[in-house]
Nanobody
Framework: VQLQASGGGLVQAGGSMRLSCVIS????????MGWYRQTPGKQRDLVAT???????NHADSVKGRFTISRDSYANTLYLQMNSLKPEDTGVYYC?????????????????WGQGTLVTVSS
């Protein structure tokens, strides 16, 4: 699986931005996908996830402002970000988790995209 993220840039507080992540490779084995955010000196934090069944999960800090979605036909993952705040600034990474079952044991293999920088000015 390969992931190619895009859509980052500079936006003013209160503005909107949409991130995209094109997925290629062994797509059929993907169980879930998500977006994570990382700022300098801090760990990579979950922003939102979506499963193959369409179940979505958003971090409390972005609920009501960000929406994760997936276009299965275009093999693309999106993150619509509205009402952006300066604290949303960071490098956003898309993530895909492949699930493989061998001898009754489930193995999860995460793959990361290259990251796209989002800067929200106050």
């Amino acid at each position: 699986v390969q992931l190619q993220a895009s859509g980052g840039g500079l936006v003013q507080a209160g503005g909107s931005m949409r991130l995209s992540c094109v997925i290629s490779g062994n797509i059929g084995s993907i169980h879930a996908m998500g977006w994570y955010r990382q700022t300098p000196g801090k760990q990579r934090d979950l922003v939102a996830t979506i499963t193959n069944g369409g179940t979505k999960n958003h971090a409390d800090s972005v609920k009501g402002r960000f929406t994760i979605s997936r276009d299965s036909y275009a093999n693309t993952l999106y993150l619509q970000m509205n009402s952006l705040k300066p604290e949303d600034t960071g490098v956003y990474y898309c993530n895909a988790v492949r699930t493989v079952v061998r001898a009754g044991i489930t193995y999860n293999y995460p793959t990361w995209g290259q990251g796209t920088l989002v800067t929200v000015s106050s």
